[in-house]
Every structure is written in structure tokens, then in C-alpha cells.
């Protein structure tokens, strides 16, 4: 199976930024996290992070002719007002979870919002990195 994971802004700042929110692990122990998750199932999983909308736009689009299977995206904070990435995810039709590290009923009011969680078949949030391994296995059980 073959599955993308997408990571928005400041997630490759993992271990840097507000470690009491996000945790101590860094970028790159999330990403040893998915490849031994893929290892374990065998899932072929591409991880694509951007601080920049277009990029991840443009990602999600690509995938719709590559042969993805299915979508996991922390959107970070373009969740709370991107309706472009929100279009973008409405476009494909594989099965799609949006995933949050931290609890984001718990915390800003603009958090609680997301515009892209309607298009997308689950929402994860609150179980720190485990959630990604939580949207693959959603995601593997769809399919």
C-alpha cells in the first residue's frame, strides 16, 4: 500500500519548539517512527513536510496521479483557515486523516476550528506521535 504523510508548518521543528506542547522527540524521530511503521506492514510511505501552502497543495495534487493510496496530513496551523489545502484534500477521493500531536480541544480557541477535518474520513488528535501511527493503521483498515 502506498501511503503519504504530510507535515505543514513547524513540524520539522519537532524537539525545538514548545517541547510542553509537542514533546522532546525531534523531526527526524518521527520520521524513523514512520519508516519502521512502514517496515512493520509493509506500506510503502513517503513523508513530504512544508512551511510553505502551495508546496503541500501541490503535494496533494501530485498524489492523486502517483498511485497514493491514502493521505495522513497535520496541516498545523493551516488547518484553522486554509480552505485551499481543504480543496485540494476534497479533490482526492483515497481515504484521508487529519492528525494534530496535541490535544487541540485543550488548548486557543482558533484551534478547535478545522476547516480541513470535513473532507477528510478521521480525526486524530491528542495522542502525541503515536497518532500517525494510529491514521496508518485507519487508513491500511479502509483499504
Known amino acids: ?78 488547518t484553522h483557515y486554509s480552505y485551499a489545502i481543504r480543496d485540494a484534500l476534497a479533490s482526492i477521493t483515497v481515504p484521508k486523516v487529519e492528525i494534530h500531536i496535541s490535544d487541540i480541544t485543550k488548548r486557543e480557541e482558533f484551534r478547535k476550528i478545522s476547516v480541513t477535518a470535513p473532507v477528510c474520513d478521521k480525526q486524530i488528535y491528542g495522542q502525541g506521535l503515536n497518532g500517525y501511527l494510529q491514521a496508518i493503521d485507519f487508513i491500511r483498515n479502509k483499504n
Do not use: W
Request: hydrophobic fraction near 35%.
Open 1 to 78: 500500500m502506498k501511503l503519504l504523510v504530510i507535515n505543514g508548518p513547524n513540524l520539522n521543528f519537532l524537539g525545538i519548539r514548545e517541547k510542553s506542547v509537542y514533546g522532546n522527540q525531534d523531526y527526524q524521530y518521527l520520521l524513523d517512527l514512520i519508516a519502521k511503521k512502514g517496515e512493520e506492514t509493509g506500506c510503502d510511505i513517503t513523508v513530504f513536510q512544508s512551511n510553505h501552502e502551495g508546496a503541500i497543495i501541490d503535494r496533494i495534487q501530485e498524489a492523486y496521479f502517483d498511485g497514493t493510496q491514502g493521505i495522513v496530513i497535520n496541516p498545523g496551523a493551516y
